[in-house]
């Protein structure tokens, strides 16, 4: 099946800094790539759709300009956390459709964030 | 609006058979899936229905009934490793094409 690759998968940082994630399909050309968040014991949230070549499309109570998302190519999608604080603390997690038809989507690995 | 239950925890014993059940009300549906994500760890892709009936695949398999948006995953022989959760997932293509997540099933297997 179709890779993607997420790093890093363990960030801790200080309250106040920002923190790069990055996504990459790497055997498929990914036009829309998906990042989750999910707290402990938690399902998916879905925080916002990454759209190569456009804005992302983000869900409702998502700050956009907290939560950052560049697509600048077909295979690499980044969140960016500005500013982090404490209760950004979760697993952050992306994904992408290969284009098959029967929508499936491929996880990366996740990245869990620490904030102190 | 849109809803997906799954019950919340199950135990079963190694060796046994366990059925999760998933239930779905949703404007539209394209299709359903199961994946299993063991803690810390990413979700990974176990089924896809969009017809009714059922699918095996090895140990696992899923059910579909969309006249009555019900699902089910069987496993089978269970191992422990098979002790993660257990996500139900409904794919809605007019829904700007996301998934829509159910809350999981923690399926703890017990020697």
Redesign the interface.
Known sequence: ?AVVS?HPSRVICKSGTSVKIECRSLDFQAT?M?WYRQFP????M?MA?SNEGSKA?YEQGVEKDKFLINHASLTLSTLTVTSAHPEDSS?Y?CSARDGAP?????????T?LSVL | GQNIDQPTEMTATEGAIVQINCTYQTSGF??L?WYQQHA??????LS?N?LDGLEEKGRFSSFLSRSKGYSYLLLKELQMKDSASY?CAV?N?GN????I????T?LAVNP
């Not at chain 1, 029967?102 to 996740?110: A, C, I, Q, V």
């Open positions: 099946g997420q829309t998906f014991k938690q399902s998916l879905l759709t499309t697993f997690i029967n929508e499936k989507l491929f996880f990366g690995s996740g869990q | 394209n299709g899936f810390g760890e990413a979700p990974t892709f896809y969009v996500l794919f293509a700007n094409r996301k998934l997540w159910g809350l999981g923690s």
